[in-house]
């Protein structure tokens, strides 16, 4: 081998080396924070989660509650709880006494689980219509119950726990997975519970708070090594999600959970380690260490250089609640509104639906879905791939309001409503959000003005600027003033509209 030949061996197998050295993560914040994000989940931007499980059996909590925590309500100790936790408890098991009876455990759901509607294809389609691109199932929930294969849940709860050797007899997480993938340009990930509220593997307690007195290492360390570790691994490897939402965090410290150490092998080991995303909830480091930072029933962040997600439902429960009444479901244009707001602050959307133990997507939320779908077909541009502007938004005159996370949750109007729509008087109006890709600015507008004109504030555009509406063909005409640009919006009606609720206008070569 010539010298120069040598030379060059040796550099490849340097460079090499140093690369793989560069790529292996330590078990340390320090180190795991340093892993970039895949570039595909900031350019998603909406996603679709899933909540099914055994509490879809009862799919029952009082309005306004999460129906998915069923099981903690009717046998959790409620001692030293907040009198709304009481009363939830309450108002569930008066439910379950009269409807199904007080000798009914939260096991004997596993036979009415049946599952003989799901169609995981169309359910896939369903998704791929709303324009998501990604989904978000929950493999397990806190029950404990998995929608997998689960040996480690089975031989922990000393009876049949997953979907496989009990209700539906199929692998849910499989199936979906296999029809989610066969969509062009859709991502399959997988929320995963690292807390069962009832493990026999947990004896001594069944809540956090008493747990934290009569907990000890050895009966932590024996569920965490036994199911959580395997468990988590083994979705890995099966069905290399591509997204991983953990949860059940909050009420013991990372240390204590052992989670340094499992990201370090899915960062790894991990068979789609250059793709999978991770969020933040590995024990009590929300907002401080993960992939992306999540809020739930929130309004997300403000700090444009987080990485975030909003996660919440259709209606106020996760799970499938059939206490909800219409009132309880967010409108189409309150969902597209939400997601303009979000992504205009640099945000993924995850939207989240219920279905019913049968296996079928309640109508009202692929009502839901398929509208955001048609909305993102003429719109989608201003969406996917786009990132937040010097500014999110363009404010009227008035007072802007900080609203508290409750507000967000419960509010009538809903926050995101009515800073765009309907203001309180005096109160500010988002006039129009802003997205950019590149050197082009998009303005969507929620509420086009009467007089057919919309002054665009801040904004400088060069002299090759062109601005046009989405689903418009023709150039709009515009006026360049010293602080404003005045656009002269195309004649719009009800038969002639692009779309409903919130209409874009594109602004090339603007900054």
């Known amino acids: 081998m010539k010298k120069q030949q040598r030379w060059i061996v040796f550099l490849v197998l340097f460079c090499g080396l140093s690369f793989a050295k560069m790529e292996t993560y330590e078990p340390t914040w320090a180190s795991l924070d340093q892993r970039e994000n895949p570039a595909w989940f900031g350019d998603a931007k909406f996603g679709i989660f899933i909540h099914w499980g055994l509490y879809s059996v009862p799919a029952y909590a009082p309005r306004g509650t999460y129906a998915e925590w069923y099981w903690h309500a009717k046998d959790g100790d409620q001692s030293g709880k907040h009198q709304a936790a009481v009363g939830r408890a309450n108002a569930i098991n008066d439910f379950h006494n009269r409807v199904y009876g007080a000798d009914v455990e939260y096991k004997d759901f596993r036979d009415q689980f049946t599952c003989e509607m799901f169609e995981p294809t169309e359910w896939a389609k369903v998704f791929k219509r709303s324009g998501a691109k990604y989904v978000v199932l929950t493999s397990k929930h806190h029950d404990g119950y998995c929608l997998w294969p689960s040996q480690e849940a089975s031989e922990s709860f000393g009876m049949a726990w997953n979907s496989v050797d009990s209700g539906p007899r199929r692998d849910l997480v499989g199936e979906l997975t296999e029809a989610v993938r066969a969509e062009d340009d859709l991502k399959m990930g997988l929320y995963y519970s690292i807390w069962d509220w009832f493990n026999p593997y ?123 009444t219409f009132d309880d479901y967010n409108s189409a244009e309150l969902l597209i509104l939400m997601l303009c707001d979000i992504v205009s602050r640099g945000g993924n959307f995850l939207l989240d639906i219920g279905p019913t133990a049968d296996g079928r997507i309640p109508v009202i939320m692929e009502d839901r879905l398929i509208q955001m779908g048609e909305w993102l077909e003429v719109n989608g541009e201003a969406i996917y791939g786009t990132r937040r502007w010097k500014k999110d938004c363009q404010w009227s005159e008035g007072t802007i309001y900080a609203y508290t996370k409750e507000e967000f949750h419960h509010g009538i109007p809903d926050p995101i409503l009515e800073m765009a729509t309907c203001p309180k008087p005096g109160q500010a109006r988002k006039e129009c959000y802003f997205t950019k890709k590149d050197d082009t600015l998009y303005a969507l507008i929620p509420v086009l003005p009467e007089n057919g004109v919309f002054y665009l504030n801040d904004v400088n555009l060069s002299k090759n600027s062109e601005i046009t509406m989405l689903g418009v063909q023709d150039n709009l005409d515009y006026k360049v003033h010293s602080n404003h640009v005045e656009i002269k919006l195309p004649k719009l009606n009800p038969s002639n509209a692009p779309c409903s609720h919130v209409f874009v206008l594109r602004i090339s070569h603007a900054k």
């Open 202 to 324: 947990w004896p001594e307690a069944d809540q956090p708070t008493t747990r934290k007195k009569k907990g000890n290492d050895q009966t932590r360390k024996k569920y965490i090594r036994e199911v959580m570790n395997p468990q988590f691994k083994e979705i890995v490897n099966l069905y290399s999600p591509a997204v991983i939402f953990s949860d059940g965090d909050w009420w013991m410290d990372d240390d204590k959970w052992e989670t340094k150490p499992l990201l370090a092998w899915l960062f790894n080991e991990a068979p789609n380690k250059e793709e999978v995303v991770i969020n933040d909830r590995w024990g009590q480091v929300r907002k401080k260490h993960g992939g992306y930072f999540t809020t739930e029933y929130g309004s997300g962040f403000e700090d444009p250089s987080i990485l975030w997600e909003e996660n919440r439902g259709i209606g106020k429960s996760f799970g499938y609640n059939r206490e909800e």
